[in-house]
């Protein structure tokens, strides 16, 4: 089994940067071969951010662009989401969402439980 934790959210004015983080744990050894960042605000619908892939290939979405930066340290089992220049409609609750395989189990999605960021106008 694998948890994923986030870290790194927070209050925030407008222009400020925060960067979060996403930390793999289990008991045995394991590849983060995809992992996304997700978000979602209040009435609103969640929304992928950002993706990193194990070859570091990564995608962001349009309104992120530019702004966030997703980054993988395998050697820490660790993504993280540099975000410079935050907008209030950034403000979400943000999930670290990944694809990880382990020999026992082979590749299975796990879900964090979320980092509240709060933009301030």
């Known amino acids: 089994q694998v948890q994923l934790e986030e870290s790194g959210g927070g209050l925030v004015q407008a222009g400020g940067s925060l960067r979060l983080s996403c930390a793999a744990s289990?008991?045995?050894?394991?590849?983060?071969?995809?992992m996304d960042w997700y978000r979602q605000a209040p009435g609103k619908q969640s929304e992928l951010v950002a993706t990193i892939t194990s070859r570091d290939r990564s995608n962001y979405a349009d309104s992120v662009k530019g702004r966030f930066t997703i980054s993988l340290d395998n050697a820490k089992n660790t993504v993280y989401l540099q975000m410079n220049n935050l907008k209030a409609e950034d403000t979400a609750v943000y999930y670290c969402?990944?694809?990880?395989?382990?020999?026992?189990?082979?590749?299975?999605?796990?879900r964090g439980q979320g980092t509240q960021v709060t933009v301030s106008s």
């Open positions: 969402d990944g694809e990880i395989w382990m020999p026992a189990t082979g590749s299975r999605r796990y």
């Open positions: 289990s008991s045995g050894w394991m590849i983060i071969n995809v």
